[in-house]
């Protein structure tokens, strides 16, 4: 396979991606702060094993409001060739998926309301297996992309 | 091609009559029961009951009478139209291209008399509601109007001569099926929850005594219960599989295979060749022994979207099979030899199936200090060879080859799959790494095609890394089909 996809998400998508992680891992941290009272207050375990809950929600929370953000954003990468939409993206399990403009259906952006404040959006292109996305482009690049792939899904004619 | 508006069968009458009773007992069978029980169930009462149940049978026959006479079809200006409602009066018009497929089925009633109830549908409708339903048509008004409506599709008419059977299944392959179908558990959950509500239904003195006669003495009645459990969960899905199965008639022509099957209540199906989209030929635990397979189909709807997965055949030799689809769908007729996986994928495969086993092993392993021997411990030790020697089953059984430009590729869960697909068939092609997979060079190749409910994949797991990255440029648009 060729090289990396030439092109990168919008660096917001990383401050973006902070807020949305923090969010998402405040119920992890509330669930390891109650593990640790109930390991403290009613099975009476010494300090510092009854605070390990705690502390791993927290190292977890940490990681997804720091670090996953960052290592997601330098993966992330994307390419719209002329016969191909090229995606590579994953922390851990690294997925490079390739898809043909002939099988895109039709194509979509699509903004949040968080996504709205940083002025990012979500290209959605669907084949008949189903959507792929390139998340959180700045909007005018966003529009940019999607427009360049219906032009160029008009011109496939192989099939 | 224009024609007449036309009626269906006056079997729609009492089909129509007996759906609308149906719809309004639920309404009338609770009071009814009160009303009976709260009189005492004298003369009186009993033939009141009687008569509300005249006057409902009365009712849905009028309207059944009524609904048949306000529902008409036709076939004209390129369009299905179908008028029905006695009331509110509904026109529904489907353009022919946009007909997905025309099917039959023939209920308990409709073979009673001789009709069956033809579906059309498109692929904007849901899976379970047909878009257009004719509960009674005579069969060769249903076979018209089949004509009428694909001829459109079909260009000049070489339909004459009618579809050739390409394959039935008999008797004996029937029961096999049944029998090897591996629905058992299916049955047992059926089974279970059966008692469940014969637990229910009981009165709690009369299940006491039964316990307490039935009740497991020792080990061997322990053991005998579960045989009979397993003996009728087993007969049960042979009756179901005899059920959906019986009489299957695969056919062709020209680019429509039709299927045809069913104990009491007869199906045909259609399934135009241009909408497969893959093949998979499976081969079942029970029966890789005695080298049997059944086919199945992804097909897609009409605009490429909605789609299904459908028996093409249910059960012929593995052998055959190659065979059977020259003759069905001659674009997914290949079997070239295989490439197996690098032997550096074992280990992963080994360590993916031994994984849980071991993971539970040592998660236990305290408690079993604790609580058992140390023995128990070690005997548990003893599931982790099954599940390893699984692990080298599914190894020594993926592999993937692409012949001309169709990708086969197999794979083994329980059952052995083998699926194939042509490249303009693949939505999307994807290679995956995990960090392990990445320190043994290795990488999951990942295929979609289009089928029901989003598609469904076509996937080698650990594959070479240069293979599989070699594998997903070969699949570009527009490559040259590369010769082996």
């Known amino acids: 396979m060729k090289a990396e996809p030439a092109e990168r998400l919008d660096p917001r998508a990383k401050t973006l991606w902070r807020i949305t992680g923090a969010l998402g891992a405040l119920p992890l941290l509330a669930g390891g702060a109650f593990a640790s009272w109930v390991l403290l207050?009613?099975?009476?375990?010494?300090?510092?094993?009854?605070?390990?809950?705690?502390?791993?929600?927290g190292v977890l929370f940490v990681a997804l409001a720091s670090v996953v953000p960052d290592l997601r954003w330098r993966r992330w990468r994307y390419?719209?060739?002329?016969?191909?939409?090229?995606?590579?993206?994953?922390?851990?399990?690294?997925?490079?998926?390739?898809?043909?403009?002939?099988?895109?259906?039709?194509?979509?952006?699509q903004s949040g309301p968080l996504q709205r404040r940083f002025d990012l959006a979500t290209v959605i292109f669907y084949t008949a297996a189903g959507p792929n996305r390139i998340p959180e482009l700045s909007s005018p690049v966003a529009a940019g992309a999607r427009d360049r792939i219906a032009a160029l899904t008009r011109e496939q004619d192989e099939l | 091609?224009?024609?007449?508006?036309?009626?269906?069968?006056?079997?729609?009458?009492?089909?129509?009559?007996?759906?609308?009773?149906?719809?309004?007992l639920s309404a009338f069978v609770i009071p009814g029961v009160a009303f009976l029980a709260s009189r005492g169930f004298d003369a009186r009462t009993i033939v009141l009951v009687l008569l509300g149940a005249l006057v409902v049978a009365v009712l849905g026959a009028v309207w059944g009478f009524l609904s048949w006479r306000a529902t008409t079809y036709e076939v004209a200006g390129g369009a299905f139209r179908l008028r029905q409602g006695v009331v509110q009066k509904n026109e529904r018009t489907i353009p022919l291209d946009h007909v997905q497929s025309v099917d039959t089925v023939q209920g308990l009633?409709?073979?009673?008399?001789?009709?069956?109830?033809?579906?059309?549908?498109?692929?904007?409708?849901?899976?379970?509601?047909p878009d257009a339903s004719l509960a009674a048509l005579e069969r060769a008004d249903a076979e018209a109007l089949r004509r009428e409506?694909?001829?459109?599709?079909?260009?000049?008419?070489?339909?004459?001569?009618?579809?050739?059977?390409l394959r039935r299944l008999g008797r004996r392959e029937l029961l096999v099926a049944g029998a090897t179908s591996g629905q058992i558990g299916v049955a047992l959950s059926l089974i279970a929850v059966a008692s469940q509500l014969f637990d229910n239904v009981l009165s709690e003195d009369l299940a006491q005594r039964l316990v307490e006669t039935l009740a497991p003495r020792s080990v061997t009645a322990v053991l005998l219960i579960v045989l009979a459990l397993g003996l009728l969960a087993w007969i049960l899905a042979i009756g179901g599989t005899v059920l959906a199965y019986t009489g299957f008639t695969l056919s062709r022509d020209g680019e429509f295979l039709y299927i045809r099957r069913g104990l009491l209540e007869r199906r045909e199906a259609t399934i135009p060749l241009a909408r497969i989209q893959a093949v998979r030929v499976v081969e079942g635990l029970l029966r890789q022994p005695l080298g049997l397979a059944s086919l199945r189909v992804e097909s897609a709807g009409y605009g490429e979207d909605a789609g299904v997965s459908t028996t093409l055949f249910p059960l012929l030799p593995r052998k055959e099979a190659q065979g059977l689809l020259l003759d069905a769908a001659p674009e997914f007729a290949v079997a070239p030899p295989l490439n197996p996986l690098p032997r550096r994928a074992l280990r992963r495969y080994v360590f993916r199936s031994t994984a849980p086993t071991l993971f539970l092993i040592f998660a236990a392993a305290p408690a079993s200090f604790v609580v058992f021997d140390l023995a128990w411990g070690l005997a548990a030790l003893l599931l982790v060879l099954p599940?390893?020697?699984?692990?080298?089953?599914?190894?020594?059984?993926?592999?993937?080859?692409?012949?001309?430009?169709?990708?086969?590729?197999?794979?083994r869960l329980l059952t052995r799959t083998t699926a194939i697909a042509p490249r303009r068939r693949l939505q999307w092609r994807a290679t995956v790494r995990s960090p392990l997979q990445r320190r043994a060079h290795l990488a999951t190749f990942q295929a979609q095609v289009a089928s029901g409910g989003g598609g469904k994949e076509l996937r080698v797991t650990d594959l070479g890394s240069e293979a599989a990255e070699t594998l997903v440029y070969d699949l570009r648009p527009g490559a040259r089909p590369r010769a082996r």
Do not use: C
């Open chain 1, 41 to 57: 207050r009613l099975a009476d375990l010494p300090l510092l094993l009854g605070i390990l809950p705690f502390l791993a929600a």
């Open chain 1, 79 to 109: 390419e719209i060739r002329t016969n191909e939409v090229d995606l590579q993206r994953g922390v851990l399990w690294v997925s490079r998926t390739l898809v043909p403009l002939a099988r895109i259906q039709h194509v979509d952006t």
């Open chain 2, 1 to 24: 091609m224009s024609s007449e508006p036309r009626h269906l069968h006056p079997a729609a009458m009492l089909i129509d009559a007996i759906k609308s009773i149906r719809r309004s």
């Open chain 2, 109 to 129: 009633i409709q073979r009673l008399f001789g009709v069956v109830e033809v579906r059309v549908e498109t692929a904007g409708g849901g899976a379970s509601e």
């Open chain 2, 149 to 165: 409506i694909e001829g459109s599709r079909r260009g000049p008419v070489e339909a004459e001569e009618g579809p050739a059977v």
């Open chain 2, 387 to 411: 599940a390893a020697f699984y692990g080298w089953l599914r190894y020594r059984d993926a592999g993937w080859a692409l012949e001309g430009d169709r990708l086969i590729v197999r794979s």
